[in-house]
């Protein structure tokens, strides 16, 4: 248990560089983006570390009084004990500067969707597209089917990204018996810039992971019969690194630099958009980004939205701007998340009574009830 001391009072207590803090309405967040962890911190202790960038731990212990000198220690043994924090000199504590809130990116585009109603259909305009991803220096390709696909099928939708610059493919497909564990682990090892297949509607549920922290299998029960079942914000999609949380500072975390080709074939920021901007039989990639319109969804930040503005996890969420809750606001919460910042609890979205017009005007109270 830490405790203050004559050989520890004139030390200064510095928060590592790739320890960030997100506040929110009553509780804060501690990222660690270097681990890929995060901790929830009570609002107070943030406070303490703000003035620990300035005083001495005599001085904070001076400052806050007798009274507060056990919460202090505890605050001091949580934070050391899971290294957050370290302590130095006052010479040298100068020397450690906090990470520069920036970002940056090479690639025009960083993530794509293609999506696919019929692959027959898809087809005849997919090689066409991966290609332009490519001129795009896309990083990661997602590809999601509504429909069984061959074995044939899969091979070339993700063989096609091969000789590209893209890095990273996520394929989502109809359960099929044929789509054996085996099967697709042979495709994973020949094609290794695939880093997950996931099987949806599948009679069970089973993860595999085929190349340790590079390629996984998942089988899930949960049924996709389209677009529509995009756009949820749940704990397990937080991602607290780095990259992620600077990019939330000045962007938005799902569309900044993001193109989609819906199962129509039509352009959008996302396929559950319902606005598009031309058709890819007689629109390229690149007209369409360069349209202005195309890019204020890609602008508009965590600290810009109604209610996540004031959420503790808004700098490691992903966002959906197109289903919120007032549909007539592209700065209103996302309608598929359950969570308060005001009283920390989640609760099921599509239960709250407050979001039934929107379901409705989305057409999504089907989808819902099935």
Same mark, same amino acid.
């Given at each position: 248990?830490?405790?203050?001391?004559?050989?520890?009072?004139?030390?200064?207590?510095?928060?590592? !560089? @790739?320890?960030? =803090?997100? #506040? +929110? $309405?009553?509780? !804060?967040?501690?990222?660690?983006?270097?681990? +890929?962890?995060? $901790? %929830?911190?009570?609002?107070?202790?943030?406070?303490? %570390?703000?003035? *620990?960038q300035h005083l001495s731990l005599h001085s904070i212990f001076t400052m806050y009084g007798d009274d507060n000198k056990d919460i202090l220690e505890s605050y001091l043994d949580f934070l050391l004990q899971d290294e957050y924090v370290f302590l130095t000199d006052e010479e040298t504590k100068n020397h450690? @500067?906090?990470?520069? #809130?920036?970002? #940056?990116?090479?690639?025009? =585009? *960083?993530? *794509?969707?293609?999506?696919?109603? @019929?692959?027959?259909?898809? *087809?005849?305009?997919?090689n066409d597209i991966v290609q332009q991803l490519d001129t795009l220096r896309c990083q990661a390709l997602q590809i999601r089917a509504y429909s069984v696909l061959t074995i044939d099928e899969i091979t070339h939708l993700i063989a096609s990204a091969k000789d590209t610059c893209i $890095? @990273?493919?996520?394929?989502?497909?109809?359960?099929?018996?044929? %789509?054996?564990?085996?099967v697709l682990n042979t495709l994973l090892f020949e094609y290794t810039k695939v880093a997950t297949i996931i099987i949806h509607s599948a009679p069970y549920a089973n993860d595999i992971e085929v190349v340790k922290g590079l390629s996984t299998i998942h089988f899930t029960e949960e049924? %996709?019969? +389209?677009?529509?079942?995009? +756009?949820?914000?749940?704990k397990k999609y937080f991602n607290p690194n780095k990259d992620m949380f600077m990019e939330s500072q000045f962007h938005n975390t799902c569309l900044n630099r993001k193109i989609s080709v819906d199962k129509d074939g039509f352009i959008k920021n996302c396929p559950s958009m319902r606005n598009h901007y031309g058709h890819c039989s007689q629109h390229t990639l690149e007209e369409v980004i360069?349209? $202005?319109?195309?890019?204020?969804?890609?602008?508009?930040?965590k600290d810009q939205i109604s209610v996540c503005k004031t959420c503790e996890f808004r700098h490691v969420c992903t966002d959906c701007r197109a289903y919120t809750e007032d549909p007539s606001d592209s700065y209103s919460k996302p309608l598929k998340c359950g969570y308060s910042p005001v009283t920390n609890e989640w609760e099921e979205w599509s239960d709250n009574p407050l979001k039934q017009t929107a379901i409705i005007h989305y057409e999504l109270h089907q989808l819902i009830k099935a």
């Amino acid at each position: 248990m830490f405790q203050i001391n004559k050989n520890n009072q004139s030390k200064y207590v510095c928060l590592f !560089a @790739s320890c960030l =803090i997100t #506040k +929110g $309405e009553n509780r !804060a967040l501690l990222s660690d983006t270097q681990r +890929g962890t995060f $901790e %929830l911190i009570p609002n107070d202790m943030v406070t303490f %570390l703000e003035h *620990a960038q300035h005083l001495s731990l005599h001085s904070i212990f001076t400052m806050y009084g007798d009274d507060n000198k056990d919460i202090l220690e505890s605050y001091l043994d949580f934070l050391l004990q899971d290294e957050y924090v370290f302590l130095t000199d006052e010479e040298t504590k100068n020397h450690f @500067s906090p990470l520069k #809130k920036q970002w #940056k990116s090479p690639h025009i =585009i *960083a993530n *794509a969707i293609i999506d696919i109603s @019929s692959y027959n259909t898809t *087809a005849v305009y997919y090689n066409d597209i991966v290609q332009q991803l490519d001129t795009l220096r896309c990083q990661a390709l997602q590809i999601r089917a509504y429909s069984v696909l061959t074995i044939d099928e899969i091979t070339h939708l993700i063989a096609s990204a091969k000789d590209t610059c893209i $890095e @990273s493919v996520e394929l989502y497909t109809t359960y099929s018996e044929l %789509l054996t564990p085996q099967v697709l682990n042979t495709l994973l090892f020949e094609y290794t810039k695939v880093a997950t297949i996931i099987i949806h509607s599948a009679p069970y549920a089973n993860d595999i992971e085929v190349v340790k922290g590079l390629s996984t299998i998942h089988f899930t029960e949960e049924v %996709l019969v +389209g677009e529509q079942c995009c +756009g949820v914000v749940s704990k397990k999609y937080f991602n607290p690194n780095k990259d992620m949380f600077m990019e939330s500072q000045f962007h938005n975390t799902c569309l900044n630099r993001k193109i989609s080709v819906d199962k129509d074939g039509f352009i959008k920021n996302c396929p559950s958009m319902r606005n598009h901007y031309g058709h890819c039989s007689q629109h390229t990639l690149e007209e369409v980004i360069d349209n $202005e319109k195309f890019k204020v969804l890609g602008n508009i930040t965590k600290d810009q939205i109604s209610v996540c503005k004031t959420c503790e996890f808004r700098h490691v969420c992903t966002d959906c701007r197109a289903y919120t809750e007032d549909p007539s606001d592209s700065y209103s919460k996302p309608l598929k998340c359950g969570y308060s910042p005001v009283t920390n609890e989640w609760e099921e979205w599509s239960d709250n009574p407050l979001k039934q017009t929107a379901i409705i005007h989305y057409e999504l109270h089907q989808l819902i009830k099935a």
